[in-house]
């Protein structure tokens, strides 16, 4: 089983809707957990850090189940821009690397 | 450009042969790492240095890659006697850890393709 489980998509969704992506971890030690986003043949960029509390950040929602291990991501009023791959990713405490899991490609449709 | 930069962007190398790729970090972050992403999947994690010491590897840096940090500051990856299952996009990632937050800054990447 992979440390970090994603629908790998292809979502395709008109633009304007909202679209959620979920994701599971396996290692109940993990601490630290966040969103990347990638772009076709471009490095991860940081979208967003999820915090026990859940976050929000524009149009962007982040929440995280700890008793389930599971962590989610909502885009509301989703933009033509918004079509990457988003990335989940885990952080053990006392361990520095992160892992990755597949990724979700999002395509927004015009 | 503040961030995080690699070179060479791309490398073609043919199989057997040997490769050296670099990263410079932002200039006040104490961690690197090399992460390896082939396509359809994620980042791997491959190993991290805090300053010069290199301080964990991965399972999947076998005893023909090398990376060093000698001067705490910029990093080298070398993979010697390639194979076309080294290739990949080699990022580079830093950080300065505070706390509990990890937050780590990726460079452009460097795609190998050895054929």
């Known amino acids: 089983r992979k440390e970090v489980e994603q629908d790998p998509g292809p979502f395709n969704v008109p633009e304007g809707a909202t679209v959620a992506f979920n994701c599971t971890y396996s290692n109940s030690a993990s601490q630290s957990f966040f969103w990347y986003r990638q772009d076709c043949r471009k490095e991860p960029k940081l979208l967003m850090s999820?915090?026990?509390s859940g976050n929000e950040d524009g149009r962007f929602t982040a929440q995280l189940n700890r008793a389930s291990q599971y962590i989610s991501l909502l885009i509301r009023d989703s933009k033509l821009s918004d079509s990457a791959t988003y990335l989940c990713v885990v952080n053990t405490f006392g361990n520095e690397k992160l892992t990755f899991g597949t990724g979700t490609r999002l395509t927004i449709i015009p | 450009d503040t961030g995080v930069s690699q070179n060479p962007r791309h490398k073609i190398t043919k199989r057997g042969q040997n490769v050296t790729f670099r990263c410079d970090p932002i200039?006040?972050?104490?961690?690197l790492y090399w992460y390896r992403q082939t396509l359809g999947q994620g980042p791997e994690f491959l190993t991290y240095?805090?300053?010069?010491?290199?301080?964990?590897k991965s399972r999947l840096l076998s005893d023909r890659f090398s990376a060093e940090r000698p001067k705490g500051s910029f990093s080298t990856l070398e993979i010697q006697r390639t194979e076309q299952g080294d290739s990949a996009m080699y990022l580079c990632?830093?950080?300065?850890?505070?706390?509990?937050?990890?937050?780590?800054?990726f460079g452009p990447g460097t795609r190998l393709t050895v054929l």
């Open positions: 200039s006040e972050h104490n961690r």
């Open positions: 240095f805090q300053n010069e010491a290199q301080l964990e």
């Open positions: 990632a830093s950080s300065l850890r505070i706390g509990t937050s990890n937050e780590q800054f």
């Open positions: 999820v915090y026990s």
